[in-house]
């Protein structure tokens, strides 16, 4: 069976420090890969989505950035953190393609609460 | 383009009384359909999905919805809450291609 993995599962960070939040997922290959953020009390803003290593699409402009340097590992990283990017963060996962297919659902991991100070 | 609505920022049902949880979609497509559940700090958990197969789906933990065309509506309901059923409710809506978009999301609060 499937899983995936996200660590931490809750980090406080200061304002300008940098970041790393990694998502693994096992059982499964060539998936394609998603990052979004949950602001409190909001719904799921999309971040960013691969279909592959080293193929990342982003949905929204930010201070963000993802990378996926093998086939189930994706990373969220910021070089300096804003207030702003405190909130609770979800990778996910899909059936895989050479494109992005949303008729496909979405399996999610167990998200990681950042809270900048 | 698509949109989804969540008619209901927050339902409350005692115990034991039926749950109806209201979604309206837009889409120039023949969407797919999804709820998922949120608990508290955790992720989301996909309770079923419609892809223009039949318009009555079942999904976990006795969940059903109907998808409606003509009402473009696609409104998630149980025939008995549980108190474990209290958690944050998301319906999606997909064009298949790029676009998915999350609804804002029902909080159901379940009462003893």
């Known amino acids: 069976s499937q899983t995936i993995h996200q660590w931490p599962a809750t980090l406080v960070q200061p304002v300008g420090s940098p970041l790393s939040l990694e998502c693994t997922v096992e059982?499964?290959?060539?998936?394609?890969l998603y990052w979004y953020r949950q602001a409190a009390g909001r719904g799921l803003q999309l971040l960013f989505y691969?279909?592959?290593?080293?193929?990342i699409s982003s949905e929204v402009p930010q201070n963000l950035s993802a990378s996926r340097p093998q086939d189930r590992q994706f990373i969220l990283s910021s070089k300096k953190l804003l207030l702003s990017d405190s909130g609770f963060y979800l990778c996910?996962?899909?059936?895989?393609?050479?494109?992005?297919?949303?008729?496909?659902?979405?399996?999610f991991g167990p998200g990681t609460r950042l809270t900048v100070t | 383009a698509q949109s989804v609505t969540q008619l209901d920022s927050h339902v409350s049902v005692s115990e034991g009384t039926p749950v109806l949880l209201r979604c309206n979609y837009s889409s120039s497509y023949s969407p797919s359909l999804f709820w998922y559940v949120q608990h508290p700090n955790k992720g989301l958990q996909l309770l079923l999905k419609?892809?223009?197969?039949?318009?009555l789906v079942k999904g976990i933990n006795g969940f059903e919805a109907e998808f409606k065309k003509s009402e473009t509506s696609f409104h998630l309901t149980k025939p008995s809450a549980h108190m474990s059923d209290a958690a944050e409710y998301f319906c999606v809506v997909s064009d298949g291609n790029n676009d998915m978009r999350f609804g804002a999301g029902t909080r159901l609060t379940v009462k003893p």
């Open positions: 419609y892809t223009s197969a039949a318009t």
């Open positions: 691969s279909v592959g290593i080293g193929q």
């Open positions: 059982g499964t290959s060539n998936p394609n």
């Open positions: 996910a996962w899909s059936r895989g393609g050479s494109r992005i297919s949303t008729h496909y659902e979405q399996y």
